[in-house]
């Protein structure tokens, strides 16, 4: 998860108040960063709101180029006036004998201004970068008894949401089964895929590389309709021998279960959930690509109003 900020850290409470000696027994000058990261928090949100903010940025620069820069944050003298803590064979006392922690700030020159302030916002808001993959698949079924680990996908649907929850773009695949190749009657009218249609399809292998490619390297987050995608993912991948992406499982938002939670009611079916938020179905249900449409949909309206882990 990628957050962004600009800041300084507040100076520890632990740290003397009492001003710090140099050899001569003249005070030290203490050097606090609080006029200076108040300033720069001016400049930032005075930046956000559009605000010239040139002399703020120049008196907090002093022309100093963009980039960290160590910050000392207070110095604090050992009690006695001896040399302690001084590291090395040195044996004259240093200038300022002095413990210091440190922190690190951004300089902001005002030749960076016009570059920093279209991301001022995110920075301000520590905005999480993050895509909801919204899946849905559909697999081999029958109207008589089958082991489980014959079921296989036959299509994968998935539509991908970026942070404000806007659809951004889809992925959709047949699938070609390999255990029991010929879809029953059962499968096909449930989901209104032809034999055809995973005939000319390629197998689990080949669809799987690429929806992960259509994933791609942003962080995200797997979300589906209860648990039942993510064990066929897996089940279908232990099959051929491929890689299970674990955060699929570790990192999956089941949002049946937080449709049910922000409701107050028992886990129901996708059109239940439809039928309570008063949205029509779209498309054809117990097809992929329609299903994860829908679901998008039903995440649009619940995610505003619930807290996630």
């Known amino acids: 998860m990628l957050r962004f900020a600009v800041g300084t850290h507040a100076a520890s409470p632990s740290v003397d108040s009492s001003p710090a000696m140099n050899a001569s027994g003249a005070p030290c000058r203490r050097r606090t960063k609080s006029s200076s990261a108040g300033n720069l928090r001016n400049a930032v949100a005075a930046g956000a709101r559009g605000t010239n903010t040139s002399s703020n940025v120049d008196s907090l620069t002093n022309n100093t180029t963009c980039g960290f820069q160590k910050i000392a944050v207070a110095?604090?003298?050992?009690?006695?006036?001896?040399?302690?803590?001084?590291?090395?064979?040195?044996?004259?006392?240093?200038?300022?004998?002095?413990?210091?922690?440190?922190?690190?700030?951004?300089?902001?020159?005002?030749?960076?201004?016009?570059?920093?302030?279209?991301?001022?916002?995110?920075?301000?808001?520590?905005?999480?970068?993050?895509?909801?993959?919204?899946?849905?698949?559909?697999?081999?079924?029958?109207?008589?008894?089958?082991?489980?680990?014959?079921?296989?996908v036959i299509e994968i649907g998935a539509v991908r949401l970026d942070a404000a929850l806007a659809v951004v773009d889809e992925f959709d695949s047949f699938v070609r089964p390999v255990v029991e190749p010929k879809l029953s009657q059962f499968c096909t009218a449930l989901t209104t895929i032809k034999q055809a249609d995973v005939d000319g399809a390629d197998m689990f292998p080949a669809v799987f590389a690429r929806f992960l490619e259509w994933i791609g390297a942003r962080p995200y987050r797997l979300c589906s309709w209860g648990f039942f995608d993510v064990g066929q993912f897996r089940l279908d991948c232990t099959r051929f021998g491929v890689l299970f992406p674990e955060q699929f499982e570790s990192d999956h938002l089941n949002i049946k279960q937080v449709f049910a939670?922000?409701?107050?009611?028992?886990?129901?079916?996708?059109?239940a959930a439809l039928d309570l938020l008063g949205l029509p179905l779209a498309g054809t249900h117990h097809r992929g690509i329609d299903d994860a449409r829908n679901i998008a949909r039903i995440v649009q309206q619940t995610l505003p109003n619930v807290v996630v882990g």
Request: proline share 8%; aromatic share 8%; charged share 25%.
């Open 75 to 152: 110095y604090r003298a050992p009690s006695d006036g001896a040399a302690e803590g001084v590291a090395g064979p040195d044996a004259n006392p240093p200038r300022c004998r002095a413990s210091f922690r440190v922190a690190w700030t951004i300089i902001i020159s005002t030749s960076f201004w016009d570059k920093l302030a279209p991301v001022l916002p995110t920075i301000m808001n520590w905005v999480d970068i993050m895509d909801l993959i919204v899946v849905d698949l559909e697999a081999t079924c029958w109207d008589t008894s089958r082991p489980r680990n014959h079921m296989e």
């Open 261 to 271: 939670d922000w409701k107050g009611v028992r886990r129901c079916g996708m059109t």
